[in-house]
């Protein structure tokens, strides 16, 4: 069962070791770390460990989409220790993997309208940054890794959240010529219709 894999710390470190900078592979670790601890013993609504939910969403960025950008990863791993523990605030996020992390985090939170009033800035100059495609390429990531995951049983029917992702997210999405989202598009369309045939 799809709902029941996830990316074990050992295989993500074999993964990066070659990709990416030691440092940055210790952040990841990091953050995988911290992940496993937030969501601890947290289930998802068919039982599964929720960890294993955030792992598998940043195994979709390195193996589905070639991602191997050290804070898309970070934010993948983390993107809801917000609303999981409240012990983890963006100070100790900006304080542990810096500022664009924690900005992420926060406005996964929120919609696509958000960002566009909220961007970040940084440097001296306070360069204005609008993440949308970081944004939707994590915020459609998460949403596949909930598709493959869904299954209709007596008791839930996800007819409803399959149908607002589709309203909302692809086609805020759609127009976006990011290969990435394009692929992410195709995923979770391919998914819904599994599910809804």
Not at 105 to 129: A, C, W
Request: glycine share 4%; hydrophobic share 40%; with cysteine.
């Amino acid at each position: 069962m799809y709902s029941r894999t996830f990316l074990s710390k050992d295989e993500l470190e074999n993964i990066l070791q070659y990709k990416i900078d030691p440092l940055e592979l210790n952040r990841i670790i990091s953050a995988y770390d911290m992940a496993d601890w937030a969501y601890g013993d947290k289930k998802t609504i068919d039982g599964s460990m929720y960890f294993f939910h955030v792992t598998r969403v940043c195994k979709i960025l390195i193996n589905e989409l070639g991602i191997y950008d050290p804070e898309m990863l970070i934010s993948a791993l983390l993107h809801d220790v917000y609303k999981k523990i409240e012990d983890i605030t963006p100070e100790i996020i900006i304080y542990n993997f810096g500022p664009y992390i924690a900005y992420l985090m926060e406005i996964l939170q929120h919609d696509l309208k958000y960002i566009k009033s909220k961007p970040f800035t940084f440097g001296i100059n306070e360069v204005v940054r609008i993440p949308a495609d970081d944004y939707m390429i994590l915020w459609l990531s998460e949403h596949l890794d909930n598709f493959r995951c869904l299954e209709i049983t007596p008791n839930f029917s996800p007819v409803n959240y399959i149908l607002n992702i589709t309203q909302t997210l692809i086609a805020q999405s759609k127009n976006n010529d990011n290969e990435a989202i394009k692929y992410l598009i195709t995923e979770l369309k391919k998914e819904r219709n599994k599910i809804l045939g």
